[in-house]
Each structure stands twice: as structure tokens, then as C-alpha cells.
């Protein structure tokens, strides 16, 4: 009887020699299993798969599998101290990665799974220090897509997954997002068409009686029942989230925030300069000045910055103008993505 090789064999052969990455296109509405079952198959193996989520695409690998998460890392050039989000098919697995769900993490998973909150608690000790860089935490979320909780319930294991752009640059929100930044460093990439919602999750601190926002996203303080304004008040002693501390969604041009109403007027003047700029706003391009998408409101901008900021570069442009939206709600988020973009 042929033996089924185990994760190292496989490892050592087909998965690490691989030079090719297999897109596999699928009904975001109706998944189809077959279709997708040789990603979930690679993914048990240790081999890398790009999926859609509500929010952006991710890279997934068998959160387990150290030399696996490893190559996460590796195909992204992200820093090692910077944890995975781990991704359920269902809430009833938090209890196989962590240790303690405490009665908020329970209300929280109720309330918002399937959906963007990643939930911090205490992680399963066994879980690779590659997954959790290193700390006594884990972050856990089951994702608000049919293609994710398809590929998930496939593969059967606990799927460690950062967005699936090389580090630094605009998340993906699309499948040609990620090829454009991960290519062949990736085993299949599932394309499952646009994200819904275009900015991550929201990560939250759970293990006391109410939630601590690590990382503003798409779940909003106000949804959370917190103080929509949080000043500089305590956050705990781990601060926030380790990856807001690193540069973030920068494109390879000059972005500039125009305030509330001023956005066309802003791109105008420096299009006299000679510029080649790229607006992100309300209105409509003014002449001589293109249009990347209109975004009325936070949702519009969340839904469309990362593809626009991707756009830009694409069109070579010098620089992208992007109007503010009110910093309530998921402008709180999206605004964070924006400065973040602009200081780059
Ligand atoms: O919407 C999302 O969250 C997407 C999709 C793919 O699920 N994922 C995503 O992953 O944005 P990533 O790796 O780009 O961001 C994960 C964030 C980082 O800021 C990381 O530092 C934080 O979650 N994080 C992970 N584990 C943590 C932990 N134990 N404690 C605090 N923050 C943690
Ligand atoms: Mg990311």
C-alpha cells in the first residue's frame, strides 16, 4: 500500500521545488469543494494558499506547522515578532488554540463570528512560537466568507493567516493583488473575487471583562458598545496590537491627505505643478487629474483605498490625494490606513 506522505515528505518534494502558483478561481456565492480541495490538501501539508476574506486576502498556512508559518513569513519578508491571526471555520475550535475563553470572548464570538473581529486570548502553549511570535497570547477569527469557511472546513486545521501582501505594502483585496506582490513564493492563491469590505479586522484584547482594541478595523468601538473616543485612555499593558508598529500600506508614490471638501481643490493645485496625481474623494476628477474612485462615505473608501493606492502605482502617478472621511466609525479605521499610507 502506498503510504501518504507525511508534512515533511511532502515538504521536501513537490510543495517546496514548486516554482508555479496555481490560481484556482471559484463562486464566491457557491463554493465548489472539489475545486477547492487541492488548496485544503496543501494547506494540511504545509504548503502556502491565498483566499479571500471579507476583509483582505490572506496567507494561509497550517497554523501547527512551524517550518510552514516560517515560509509565511519568509514569503512575505515580514518580522518575526509580529503574530498571525489564526482562522476557524467555526467558534467552537477556539478552544483547540487557546487555553482560557472567557464568558467575553464567548459573548464576543456569538455576537460577531462569522465576521471581522479577531479576538486576543491565552494561547494553547503547543502552539508554534512562528504563529504567536513568541507570546502568551494567540488572536483567533472565523472570517465572514464563503470561500474562507469553505477552504477552512477543507483543510480542517487551525489556519495561521496575515494579509497576503509582501510587508509594508497595501493589503490585498483582490487575487491579482496577490500575485502582483507574492507570485510563486505561494503554493495556490484562491480567487474568490473582491473583498467586501477592504479593511482588516478589528483586533481586540479579550481576556478581561471588557474588550481592549489593539487594532482599529472593520468592527467599530461604537458596534463594541466602547467609547467611541478612546483619548489616551490605559489600554492595558500590551499596548496595542505589535504590527501597528511597523510602516503600513505605502505605495511606491506620494500619497497626501486633503481634508473634509478639499480634495479635488488639493489635487488641482498640485496638477499645476506638473504632477501626475490620482484622487481618492467624493467628487468627481477634476480635468487633467485622475479619477481612482469615488468614496462618499468610510465604506467607499475602505472598499476602495488599497486597490487605488495599487492603481497608482500601476498608472505611475506621482501622487495620490486622498479626502478624509469623519473619524467616527469605520473612519476611525480607514483613516488609520490612510495617515499610515501617507507616512510612508
Ligand atoms: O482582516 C484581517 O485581520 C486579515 C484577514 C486575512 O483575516 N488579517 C490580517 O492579518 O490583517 P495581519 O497579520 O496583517 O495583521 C494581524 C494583526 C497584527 O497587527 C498583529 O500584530 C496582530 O494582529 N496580532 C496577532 N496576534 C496578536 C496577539 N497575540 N496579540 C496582539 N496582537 C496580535
Ligand atoms: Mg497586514
Avoid at 486633503?258 to 505643478?273: K, S
Wanted: aromatic share 4%.
Amino acid at each position: 500500500m502506498q503510504a501518504w506522505p507525511n508534512v515533511g515528505d511532502f515538504r521536501g518534494g513537490a510543495l517546496e521545488s514548486a516554482l508555479v502558483v496555481t490560481v484556482l478561481s471559484v463562486d464566491p456565492s457557491r463554493p465548489d469543494l472539489r475545486a477547492l480541495s487541492p488548496a485544503a490538501g496543501a494547506m494540511r501539508l504545509g504548503g502556502l494558499v491565498a483566499f479571500p476574506t471579507e476583509t483582505v486576502y490572506g496567507l494561509g498556512a497550517h497554523a501547527r506547522d512551524a517550518a510552514s508559518v516560517a515560509r509565511v513569513f519568509a514569503a512575505k519578508g515580514r518580522p518575526a515578532d509580529n503574530p498571525l491571526i489564526v482562522h476557524l471555520h467555526a467558534a467552537h475550535h477556539l478552544t483547540d488554540v487557546t487555553t482560557l475563553v472567557t464568558p467575553l470572548a464567548l459573548a464576543l464570538a456569538e455576537r460577531w463570528w462569522p465576521g471581522p473581529l479577531t479576538i486576543v486570548l491565552d494561547a494553547d502553549p503547543t502552539l508554534p512560537a512562528e504563529t504567536t511570535g513568541g507570546l502568551p497570547t494567540v488572536a483567533v477569527r472565523v472570517p465572514d466568507h464563503p470561500v474562507a469557511l469553505a477552504l477552512l472546513a477543507a483543510a480542517d486545521v487551525p489556519v495561521a493567516a496575515p494579509s497576503a501582501n509582501r510587508s509594508g505594502r497595501p493589503s490585498p483585496t483582490t487575487a491579482a493583488h496577490v500575485l502582483a506582490d507574492l507570485g510563486d513564493a505561494v503554493d495556490y492563491i484562491v480567487d474568490g473575487g473582491t473583498c467586501r469590505v477592504g479593511v482588516e479586522s478589528t483586533v481586540v484584547d479579550a481576556r478581561g471583562a471588557v474588550p481592549i482594541v489593539l487594532r482599529e478595523g472593520a468592527v467599530t468601538r461604537e458596534a463594541l458598545g466602547l467609547d467611541p473616543d478612546p483619548g489616551d485612555a490605559p489600554t492595558g499593558d500590551t499596548a496595542a496590537s505589535p504590527g501597528t508598529r511597523y510602516r503600513h500600506y505605502a505605495p511606491d508614490c506620494a500619497v497626501e491627505v486633503a481634508a473634509v471638501g478639499a480634495g479635488a481643490a488639493v489635487a488641482a493645485r498640485h496638477a499645476e505643478e506638473g504632477r501626475r496625481v490620482g484622487l481618492l474623494g467624493p467628487d468627481p476628477a477634476p480635468e487633467g487629474i485622475v479619477g481612482l474612485a469615488r468614496t462618499p462615505d468610510a465604506a467607499a473608501l475602505a472598499r476602495a483605498l488599497y486597490d487605488a493606492l495599487r492603481a497608482a502605482e500601476t498608472a505611475g502617478l506621482d501622487l495620490v490625494v486622498i479626502e478624509a472621511v469623519a473619524s467616527v466609525g469605520l473612519g476611525r479605521a480607514v483613516m488609520d490606513r490612510v495617515h499610515r499610507a501617507a507616512a510612508g
